[in-house]
């Protein structure tokens, strides 16, 4: 059964940081390059950055290069977030996921967690 489980998000004042962070499944985690994801009220879901399993290779869409760093640790099966310089746009329900294809910005499991709120205010 696929496990995940985001939490970290909060209300920030443009500028301000925050990390997130999602528990996955051992299976899961183990297997996947793992992946960030948001959802802004009426947008579709987007994908944010990606981390391959032994932690040596990163990407992320274009708007959050610079300001966003994506990590993992692997003995805590937990992948992080670190969001610096927010944005009042980047305020979304952010999910994470496997992803289906590394190199890809699809995710593997149809199913999502409950996300967790990050609002940035002006």
């Known amino acids: 059964q696929v496990q995940l489980v985001e939490s970290g998000g909060g209300l920030v004042q443009a500028g301000g940081s925050l990390r997130l962070s999602c528990a996955a499944s051992e299976r899961t985690f183990s297997t996947y390059g793992m992946g960030w994801f948001r959802q802004a009220p009426g947008k579709e879901r987007e994908f944010v950055a990606a981390?391959?399993?032994?932690?040596?290779?990163?990407y992320y869409r274009d708007s959050v290069k610079g300001r966003f760093t994506i990590s993992r640790d692997n003995a805590k099966n937990t992948v992080y977030l670190q969001m610096n310089s927010l944005k009042p746009e980047d305020t979304a329900v952010y999910y994470c996921n496997a992803l289906r294809l590394w190199g890809s910005r699809a995710p593997l499991y149809d199913v999502w967690g409950q996300g967790t709120q990050v609002t940035v205010s002006s």
């Open positions: 981390i391959n399993r032994r932690c040596t290779s990163t």
